[in-house]
């Protein structure tokens, strides 16, 4: 590469994505009290101070008879770290979510870029609807890193340039790729959550089986972990019955 304005940057290359809760009201008391509402009234409000281990059984009842409300009265808020491609299909999911995400227009962008690890399975074998991902062979391997990274340099190279010139960010990032890292503020609660859980992670315990694109699947395994952390009588009702948002 010539001399630009890009070389003062270091590009970053990364198979991995960032996932970290930043604040949360939520615990299984919330389900509790927002359940009990309906049957004591503000005597509900006694559950704040109980151990919420002796009301399991009422949540797992709320979650196998899809009583899905009293699951919505929390609140996380997360930071994640992704590749642009996964927030634009992340983005499709919008009740009981708010987004905040960095912008182009507003700031320039840093050159840190997505290529696939070696454990990224890269090959689609089957027909739409009926198909598997296979692994990669080495070969496939160092093309798909080496393709990447020239490109996306490539790109980021003009990007400099166009700033450089005087060209407003939001026109210069239009040649920028979806393989660029951006950040945002993903808040939701128990119940969204689980949707997205239900369609973004595939597992052993699904009544209904997922098959989510790997990327997005490792921001929601992060995400499922730290909420199973938050509200684990919650979290063992959801397994228990299929991982099926009520």
Known sequence: MTDSPADDLQPGFRSDVTVE?????ASDADVLFAARVSTVGEQSLDELG??????????????????????EHNSMTFFISAPIF??????????????NEESGRYRELQPVFYVPGESRKL????????YVFVEGTPEQQKLVNHTMEQSYLQAYEAYQEMLAAGVAREVARAVLP????????????????MHFLGLRTQHELAKVP????REIEMVGEKMEAEWAALMP???????ANGRVAP
């Open 21 to 25: 809760l930043v604040k949360h009201t």
């Open 50 to 71: 109980k151990d919420p281990e002796r009301s399991k059984g009422l949540i797992n009842y709320l979650m196998r008879d899809r009583h899905g409300s009293p699951f």
């Open 86 to 99: 996964v927030f634009r299909e992340f983005m499709r999911h919008r009740v009981g979510w708010s987004y």
């Open 123 to 130: 090959v689609q074998q089957g027909r739409p609807g009926k």
């Open 178 to 193: 979806v393989g660029l890292f951006s950040s945002m503020y993903a808040t939701c609660n128990a119940r969204s959550l």
């Open 210 to 213: 997922s098959f989510p694109q």
């Open 233 to 239: 009588l919650t979290y063992a009702a959801f397994n």
